[in-house]
């Protein structure tokens, strides 16, 4: 599958933005789709996670209740709605897919998508 992410920008503190992860291949709803963000000097690091069917949701405890993810397997998408956005949320956020199991870990993901910025101003 491949992953193309969008949405990104430049937003004020308290402000929302929504990405964006459109995947091609006809089998999107067997996946597990992941959101993780890597602020510069920084690792990569879990943000979000959805289940195949977008009926569990897992997050990062710092942005659950700001974020939210969601999945529409018809369309192939899963968007990222971010709201009260706070300056430590700056980073380049990635769209990332994987047929294993249900998972928090970057490294066992199979599919990325190319990345998109995220810059939150105080």
């Known amino acids: 599958v491949q992953l193309q992410a969008s949405g990104g920008g430049l937003v004020q503190a308290g402000g929302s933005l929504r990405l964006s992860c459109a995947a091609s291949g006809q089998t999107f709803s067997s996946y597990v789709m992941g959101w993780f963000r890597q602020a510069p000097g920084k690792e990569r690091d879990f943000v979000a996670v959805?289940?195949?069917?977008?009926?569990?949701?897992y997050y990062l405890g710092s942005v659950k209740g700001r974020f939210t993810v969601s999945r529409d397997n018809a369309k192939n998408t899963v968007t990222l709605q971010m709201n009260n956005l706070k300056p430590e949320d700056t980073a380049v956020y990635y769209c990332?897919?994987?047929?294993?199991?249900?998972?928090?870990?970057?490294?066992?993901?199979?599919?990325w998508g190319q990345g998109t910025q995220v810059t939150v101003s105080s």
């Open positions: 990332a897919a994987t047929k294993g199991s249900w998972t928090t870990s970057p490294g066992l993901y199979d599919y």
């Open positions: 959805i289940s195949p069917s977008g009926g569990s949701t």
